[in-house]
């Protein structure tokens, strides 16, 4: 156990830098916020290289911490305060390694998210997949970062239970059609259908695209069919998070 006083700790500011894509991508490591997101990465057996504890964290977690023989840090409320992004600390961070891996196996039930960039979205459309059992999840270009904080706090722990990667598209797609997935694009348009007449298969890839613009269109090229949700009302379109609910337990049941 060692203790950190100032905000201005050395330490603190390299951790700090976490907060920013770029420092993440350099580092490989990221950092997570709360008992209940850190207790499901030492559930998930995730490479927790260190914790840091205020004195209500210290109350709380300490004998947990311990436990799991994680080396930590006691910080004072100005450095916790200085390191954490949310209004009222938690009491708990971790500094945990990115799992950047590929995967080996493509068949099941797979979602690609294409230049989805709300962090609340893309949190809420990986926790939709988690309860609905989808095998895996694709973040194109341009998606948000699953590492950010604001993404990691809106997918709830779910990105422990389903394994998030990110990819080209394009290519992604082509490792599926290689072993006879269904590729299912979303548009609005006259040759697509309504998703009311999907058959179910056991192997298929939903790609649901940008807030605003949808799916981009080399992408759409590659589908095999095009789905829609049909709008009774006067609203313009579905909020992309909503669509992926009605859309993913539509094609599982």
Do not use: C
């Not at 493509?106 to 960039?117: A, P």
């Not at 949190?123 to 970062?145: K, N, P, Q």
């Amino acid at each position: 156990m060692r203790e950190i006083q100032a905000a201005k700790n050395n330490k603190i500011k390299k951790l700090k830098k976490l907060h920013q894509r770029k420092y993440r991508n350099q580092s490989e490591d990221y950092l997570l916020e709360g008992y209940h997101l850190i207790e499901e990465a030492a559930k998930a057996h995730a490479n927790i290289k260190e914790v840091f504890l205020d004195k209500r964290g210290m109350d709380l977690w300490q004998d947990w911490v311990e436990h799991h023989q994680f080396t930590y840090y006691v910080l004072s409320d100005e450095a916790m305060k200085s390191l954490s992004e949310q209004p009222t600390p938690q009491g708990i961070i971790a500094l945990v390694q990115k799992a950047n891996n590929y995967p080996s196996d493509f068949s099941g039930k797979w979602l690609l998210l294409d230049n989805v960039q709300d962090p609340g979205n893309v949190g809420t459309i990986v926790r939709t997949a988690d309860a609905a059992g989808f095998d895996g999840i694709f973040l194109g270009e341009g998606t948000a970062d699953k590492y950010s904080p604001k993404v990691l706090r809106s997918m709830q722990g779910s990105q422990f239970h389903l394994p998030i990667f990110s990819g080209e598209l394009t290519e992604v797609i082509a490792e599926f059609q290689s072993i006879g997935s269904k590729i299912y694009g979303t548009k609005l348009d006259p040759e697509a259908i309504s998703y009311k007449e999907v058959e179910t298969k056991d192997n298929f890839v939903l790609i649901l695209g940008n807030e605003g613009q949808g799916v981009a269109e080399n992408i759409l090229q590659l589908t095999n069919q095009n789905l829609y949700i049909p709008i009774y009302g006067d609203a313009e379109s579905l909020n992309v998070g909503v669509a992926a609910g009605i859309l993913i337990y539509a094609l599982i049941s």
